[in-house]
């Protein structure tokens, strides 16, 4: 059952991941650490942050709560919305 939150700004980052059992590439996208997220989250939107600019890249992007039935919570943003690019990593 879905977690009833709302749409909210998050700062998250992209990252190479450790372990990639049931995940789709290396790079993904996490909350940045010191905010509202635990950086453990998986933040699933545009797979464009993640393969069209540099691994450690911050971006602002509206997200929510959720979770999917038999399985943790994640951080969901729709992958036509915008995203604000915070820091390019270079």
């Not at 190479?16 to 940045?32: E, L, M, Q, W």
């Not at 933040?43 to 691994?55: A, I, M, N």
């Amino acid at each position: 059952m879905a977690k009833e939150t709302t749409y909210e700004s998050v700062l998250v980052e992209s990252y190479f991941a450790d372990n990639t059992s049931g995940k789709h590439g290396r790079i993904h996208i996490r909350p940045v650490g010191g905010h509202k997220y635990s950086t453990n989250l998986q933040v699933e939107c545009s797979k464009k942050l993640s393969s069209d600019y540099p691994v450690g890249t911050k971006f602002l992007l509206r997200a929510k709560l959720t979770d999917r039935e038999g399985g943790g919570a994640y951080l969901y943003s729709h992958f036509s919305w915008p995203v604000e690019i915070i820091q390019l990593k270079t």
